[in-house]
């Protein structure tokens, strides 16, 4: 039998959850319903207990850190009084770039890198900057060369104005930790509307006072989707409900789930990946513009590995735990190079020591080629090559490679190819008819990170609420989630 909603929410990840709790803020009285695929809310959000010395502790295997900078999700964390740990970030920081892998280790925020080298990578993070200052995230095309930065690929404007393959390599790996792509996947104007949506370069990469790196949140960010979760209560929420169809007529939708089940509602909010919307079906067909824009961006390869310790000997060592690296050499006879692109201390609140690497782009793809012994074996070597063979000496080890998530595919974000942007603004965020777009790869202020899942959330909440309430909207709540000011019904 078809059950009747006001709004039916398509995915329970934060940007899900954070649209629901905000139309139930302006009137409690709506009935809204979230179908989520998996078995369990939070998507790419996901906190997992690790064994230490005295007994167990949580660590995150997805989203791992938040920002001052990030207002959105600072916001939530305060209203749930879910506290946040600084990144440990005192002593030698590692970096291993060129043909020889040679590891050189540095103490300043400064790699260590020829003059020249230094000079190219400075230069070249100012011009991206300054270029991301243009990108309006409403129309990132009208910038000025917009159509031409669509047409490259991050490669091809690194070799345009980098000088040295050093620094270059530097951008390589950063773009690779950051994003989970490879240069030449990616669009430069893309890069620039990601970056511009940070507010800028330096917020995205670095781990310094009011940087996107800046604190880890105590006791894992899963417990933010898992809050919002308890507050809206079990009734509003399905799980194990794939969506499969969406069909709509003047003013209705019907959302089918795999099991048959239906859904009668007057407003959808997709708020799943691009990518993921691609698989579903909907009559009639989304917008040709749309389609192709789903099609042009998949989502980025991303793993994490945790590994917990007895002590955190990096730091009796004078070592921050902080590693930038092309892998090094390869130890698998499967792989080019070792597997990690970055790592960092990720000893808990308690205090319970631990490291947390990043495997992304190509080196992932290859990594996942290994079998389970040798993936270990070939994180703990490159490991070792910064911190010495104490690596080895572990108490709990745990791997999760996102691709293996049937309704995420991967991570930590979708991004765009070259040729894409054109099909972006529209794409991306307009509704379509009683439908919806939400989720974090929508947001115009930190896209690809859970501050955006909020926002995007509160964005496609405010479109619905401008038309099925438009009283509980305010010009604060437009500036807030940067909306651009439309009257209702007009
Ligand atoms: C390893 C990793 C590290 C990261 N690091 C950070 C970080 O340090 N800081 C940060 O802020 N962010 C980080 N992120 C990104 C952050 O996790 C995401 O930006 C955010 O969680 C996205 O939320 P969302 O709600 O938009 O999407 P998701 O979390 O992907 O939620 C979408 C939900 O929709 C469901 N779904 C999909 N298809 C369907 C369907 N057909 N029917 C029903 N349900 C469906 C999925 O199962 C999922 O639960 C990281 C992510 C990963 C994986």
Same mark, same amino acid.
């Given at each position: 039998?078809?059950?009747?909603?006001?709004?039916?929410?398509?995915?329970?990840?934060?940007?899900?959850?954070?649209?629901?709790?905000?139309?139930?803020?302006?009137?409690?009285?709506?009935?809204?319903?979230?179908?989520?695929?998996?078995?369990?809310?939070?998507?790419?959000?996901?906190?997992?207990?690790?064994?230490?010395?005295?007994?167990?502790?949580?660590?995150?295997?997805? #989203?791992?850190? +938040?920002?001052?900078?990030?207002?959105?999700?600072? =916001?939530?964390?305060? %209203? !749930? &009084?879910?506290? $946040?740990?600084?990144?440990?970030?005192?002593?030698?920081?590692?970096?291993?770039?060129?043909?020889?892998?040679?590891?050189?280790?540095?103490?300043?925020?400064?790699?260590?890198?020829?003059?020249?080298?230094?000079?190219?990578?400075?230069?070249?993070?100012?011009?991206?900057?300054?270029? #991301?200052?243009? +990108?309006?995230?409403?129309?990132?095309?009208?910038? =000025?060369?917009?159509? %031409? !930065? &669509?047409?490259? $690929?991050?490669?091809?404007?690194?070799?345009?104005?980098?000088?040295?393959?050093?620094?270059?390599?530097?951008?390589?790996?950063?773009?690779?930790?950051?994003?989970?792509?490879?240069?030449?996947?990616?669009?430069?104007?893309?890069?620039?509307?990601?970056?511009?949506?940070?507010?800028?370069?330096?917020?995205?990469?670095?781990?310094?006072?009011?940087?996107?790196?800046?604190?880890?949140?105590?006791?894992?960010?899963?417990?933010?989707?898992?809050?919002?979760?308890?507050?809206?209560?079990?009734?509003?929420?399905?799980?194990?409900?794939?969506?499969?169809?969406?069909?709509?007529?003047?003013?209705?939708?019907?959302?089918?789930?795999?099991?048959?089940?239906?859904?009668?509602?007057?407003?959808?909010?997709?708020?799943?990946?691009?990518?993921?919307?691609?698989?579903?079906?909907?009559?009639?067909?989304?917008?040709?513009?749309?389609?192709?824009?789903?099609?042009?961006?998949?989502?980025?390869?991303?793993?994490?590995?945790?590994?917990?310790?007895?002590?955190?000997?990096?730091?009796?060592?004078?070592?921050?735990?902080?590693?930038?690296?092309?892998?090094?050499?390869?130890?698998?006879?499967?792989?080019?190079?070792?597997?990690?692109?970055?790592?960092?201390?990720?000893?808990?609140?308690?205090?319970?020591?631990?490291?947390?690497?990043?495997?992304?782009?190509?080196?992932?793809?290859?990594?996942?080629?290994?079998?389970?012994?040798?993936?270990?074996?070939?994180?703990?070597?490159?490991?070792?090559?910064?911190?010495?063979?104490?690596?080895?000496?572990?108490?709990?080890?745990?791997?999760?490679?996102?691709?293996?998530?049937?309704?995420?595919?991967?991570?930590?974000?979708?991004?765009?190819?070259?040729?894409?942007?054109?099909?972006?603004?529209?794409?991306?965020?307009?509704?379509?008819?009683?439908?919806?777009?939400?989720?974090?790869?929508?947001?115009?202020?930190?896209?690809?990170?859970?501050?955006?899942?909020?926002?995007?959330?509160?964005?496609?909440?405010?479109?619905?609420?401008?038309?099925?309430?438009?009283?509980?909207?305010?010009?604060?709540?437009?500036?807030?989630?940067?909306?651009?000011?439309?009257?209702?019904?007009?």
């Amino acid at each position: 039998m078809e059950e009747d909603y006001d709004v039916v929410i398509v995915g329970a990840g934060i940007s899900g959850l954070s649209a629901a709790r905000y139309l139930l803020a302006k009137d409690s009285n709506l009935n809204i319903l979230l179908l989520e695929a998996a078995d369990r809310v939070g998507g790419r959000t996901f906190t997992v207990p690790l064994k230490t010395e005295t007994g167990t502790d949580s660590w995150d295997l997805g #989203a791992h850190w +938040v920002g001052r900078c990030q207002t959105h999700i600072m =916001k939530l964390l305060e %209203e !749930f &009084d879910i506290k $946040t740990h600084p990144q440990y970030l005192t002593g030698r920081k590692f970096l291993q770039v060129g043909k020889d892998n040679s590891v050189k280790s540095y103490m300043s925020d400064i790699p260590t890198l020829s003059l020249l080298a230094l000079l190219d990578l400075d230069r070249a993070m100012k011009r991206i900057e300054s270029l #991301a200052k243009e +990108v309006d995230q409403n129309d990132p095309l009208s910038c =000025k060369r917009g159509k %031409e !930065f &669509d047409g490259m $690929t991050m490669e091809t404007y690194i070799n345009q104005t980098m000088w040295m393959a050093e620094s270059k390599e530097v951008m390589e790996v950063a773009l690779r930790g950051v994003l989970g792509v490879e240069l030449c996947e990616i669009s430069f104007l893309y890069f620039l509307t990601y970056v511009s949506a940070a507010g800028g370069l330096k917020n995205l990469v670095e781990a310094t006072p009011y940087m996107a790196q800046e604190y880890t949140v105590q006791g894992g960010c899963y417990q933010i989707s898992l809050r919002m979760a308890e507050e809206l209560g079990d009734s509003r929420i399905k799980l194990r409900e794939p969506v499969t169809l969406i069909t709509q007529s003047q003013d209705t939708a019907v959302v089918t789930t795999e099991s048959g089940k239906t859904y009668k509602c007057k407003k959808v909010v997709l708020a799943i990946p691009p990518s993921q919307i691609a698989k579903i079906n909907f009559n009639p067909r989304l917008p040709p513009v749309k389609r192709e824009l789903h099609k042009r961006m998949p989502v980025a390869n991303y793993a994490k590995v945790v590994i917990t310790y007895k002590k955190t000997f990096w730091r009796e060592d004078g070592s921050s735990g902080e590693v930038v690296t092309n892998g090094g050499p390869s130890t698998e006879s499967d792989c080019t190079s070792g597997p990690l692109c970055l790592v960092f201390d990720d000893t808990s609140a308690s205090g319970n020591p631990g490291l947390v690497a990043f495997i992304a782009g190509y080196q992932l793809v290859e990594w996942r080629q290994l079998n389970d012994a040798s993936r270990k074996s070939s994180v703990l070597k490159c490991l070792a090559q910064f911190f010495g063979e104490q690596v080895h000496d572990y108490i709990d080890y745990a791997e999760k490679d996102w691709e293996a998530e049937p309704y995420v595919g991967g991570a930590p974000v979708c991004v765009a190819g070259p040729g894409a942007m054109k099909y972006y603004t529209v794409g991306l965020r307009e509704p379509f008819n009683c439908i919806h777009f939400a989720g974090t790869e929508t947001a115009t202020i930190w896209t690809g990170y859970m501050s955006g899942a909020v926002q995007a959330g509160h964005r496609a909440a405010i479109e619905i609420l401008l038309d099925l309430r438009p009283q509980t909207v305010s010009g604060q709540d437009l500036i807030d989630n940067n909306k651009p000011f439309k009257l209702p019904n007009t």
